[in-house]
Every structure is written in structure tokens, then in C-alpha cells.
């Protein structure tokens, strides 16, 4: 079976940082898309960022535009890991952060939660 395991939420000062991890374990074959939503109060379900594990560089990346030039995506095949590295942190960056990942390229409706089969139990960031 699939499984996600989050790690590196937490509470954090506004303009700090954090960095999330997303571990994957029980794919069979190489090449998914994998990132992270977030539940907040004020928004509901928000598509953070996401990006391709396929392929020798890094590919298929998205952000949101309320993130982006302060989230960086990254990921570590050998891990089977994809990072959030979370900086300039802002009060409504604060939710619970929920690891997504399918067995396809990113598509342009990459935050469409329902397309994702795997999901994580989430990991809370709260900034204050």
C-alpha cells in the first residue's frame, strides 16, 4: 500500500521559516506527482505547490501565487522524498498541511484535490 508520512509542521513567528517533508513509500514504478494543500480557516482546501518525480531534473512544478518567491518545491529520488522549504511565513500561511501525490505528470488542474489518490494525515503549521 501507498503511504505518505509528513513531517516539519509546527509554530512559527510571521517572517520565519519552515521546511515540510513528505516521505513516500509503496510506489511500484517511477514518476509521481507529489505535493502539498493546505486546509485554513479562511480559505477551506488550497493547492500549495507540486512537482514531478520523474525524469532526471526536477519537472511539472506549480505554485500557488499566494506562495510563490517565498515556497520552494524540491524533491530527493533516492528518499523518495519531496521537501516545502517555507519562508517569509505569514498568519495565513497557518493550516494544516496535507501531503497529495498521483502516478502521473502534474496537470494544469494540479489543484483539483480529487485527482490525487494518495493523500497524507497532514501536518499543522501555525504562524502567529
Known amino acids: 500500500d501507498v503511504q505518505l508520512v509528513e513531517s516539519g509542521g509546527g509554530s512559527v513567528q510571521a517572517g520565519g521559516s519552515l521546511r515540510l517533508s513528505c516521505k513516500a513509500s509503496g510506489y511500484t514504478y517511477n514518476g509521481v506527482c507529489m505535493g502539498w494543500f493546505r486546509q485554513t480557516p479562511g480559505k477551506g482546501l488550497e493547492g500549495v505547490a507540486v512537482i514531478f518525480t520523474g525524469g532526471p531534473t526536477p519537472s511539472s512544478i506549480y505554485y500557488a501565487d499566494s506562495v510563490k518567491g517565498r515556497f520552494t518545491i524540491s524533491r530527493n529520488n533516492g528518499e523518495n522524498t519531496v521537501y516545502l522549504q517555507m519562508d517569509s511565513l505569514q498568519p495565513d500561511d497557518t493550516g494544516v498541511y496535507i501531503c497529495?501525490?498521483?502516478?502521473?505528470?502534474?496537470?494544469?488542474?494540479?489543484?483539483?484535490?480529487?485527482?490525487?489518490?494518495?493523500r497524507g494525515q497532514g501536518t499543522q503549521v501555525t504562524v502567529s
Open positions: 497529495a501525490a498521483d502516478r502521473y505528470p502534474c496537470p494544469p488542474y494540479w489543484t483539483d484535490y480529487g485527482w490525487y489518490v494518495d
